[in-house]
Structure formats: structure tokens, C-alpha cells
């Protein structure tokens, strides 16, 4: 079996009129989060460590935020477009485990919509993404309501594999 692992990790500051994206879902906050796109931390991260497990480079590699292609995009399509780049080097997901770090807004009312959304834009099970949510005990930028991070670690299997034996 060919097993690989991935981390991803991202930050965006908050800003204010933009809407706040978390999971490829809306939550309802008085800020959103600044980026080219629409800024969702927990999709880029994902994105990052899916990319990286399959070996090819980051999000910003793939989709440079120089481009006006992605200016204001939809995360969920950049991670549909990630599932895509593994599964053409012949990857599925195995499953992936993520945390955001927010001070503010409260995450956990959110998170059974968030696995749902990016379970169903993935196309894999519900029980192969896990999410948490914690604080940061009001230390650093996020401890000071300045902004929102996220990690993530995926297990990716290479599916299609020619094997052939010399006999």
C-alpha cells in the first residue's frame, strides 16, 4: 500500500466587510476574513496538506493569488479542483483531521454543517473528516481577535498502482 500524509496550515486576518467563510460554510460574524478569495482558512489549510501529500507543492502554487481567476473564488471550487490534481495522480483520501484556532466566533455550533459541506464537495464519507475548534487562551493574534488559523493533516492511498511481477 502507498500511504501518504499531508499538513496544511493557514491564516487570514479579519477584515471588515467581507462575509466570514468557515468550512465552505457562512458564519454569521460582524467580520469576515481578508484573502483573494474568500478567505476560508479551513479549506485552504486542507488544500495545502492534500496537495502536499500527493507532492504537488501548495495552494498558492496551484492557484496563485496573482490571478485574477481566483479573485474573490469560492474555496469549495479550489478544493474541488484539488481533489481532482490527486485523484489524477491516482490519490483518494483516506481522512483528514483539522482544527481552527478562533478566539471569536464560537466554531463548535458549526462544525456538523462544516464536515457535511466538505464531505459532500469532496465526495467522501462524513467519518473520513474530522474538525475541531478551540482558542488560543487569548494569546497571539488570534488570542487578540485579530484573525483565524487552521491546520490540517490528511492520509491520502494511492489507489491505481500498475503492479507487475517478473516470475
Not at 465552505?24 to 478569495?37: N, R, V
Not at 488570542?143 to 503492479?163: D, F, M, Q, S, W
Request: glycine residues 8%; aromatic residues 8%; hydrophobic residues 40%.
Amino acid at each position: 500500500m502507498n500511504f501518504r500524509v499531508g499538513q496544511g496550515f493557514d491564516v487570514h486576518q479579519f477584515a471588515e466587510n467581507r462575509d466570514l467563510w468557515l468550512g465552505g460554510i457562512k458564519i454569521p460574524y460582524e467580520l469576515g476574513l481578508l484573502g483573494h478569495s474568500d478567505a476560508d482558512v479551513l479549506i485552504h489549510a486542507i488544500c495545502d496538506a492534500l496537495l502536499g501529500a500527493a507532492h504537488l507543492r501548495d495552494i498558492g502554487y496551484n492557484f496563485p493569488d496573482t490571478s485574477s481567476e481566483f479573485k474573490d473564488i469560492d474555496s469549495k471550487i479550489l478544493l474541488k479542483r484539488t481533489i481532482k490534481l490527486i485523484k489524477d495522480k491516482g490519490y483518494e483520501i483516506g481522512n483528514i483531521d483539522s482544527i481552527i484556532c478562533a478566539q471569536q466566533p464560537k466554531i463548535n455550533p458549526y462544525i456538523d454543517q462544516m464536515e457535511k459541506c466538505l464531505a459532500d464537495v469532496m465526495g467522501i464519507d462524513i467519518d473520513q473528516i474530522s474538525i475541531k475548534a478551540t482558542t488560543t487562551e487569548k494569546l497571539g493574534f488570534v488570542g487578540r481577535k485579530e484573525g483565524i488559523a487552521a491546520y490540517a493533516t490528511v492520509l491520502i492511498e494511492k489507489k491505481n498502482r500498475n503492479i507487475s511481477f517478473c516470475i
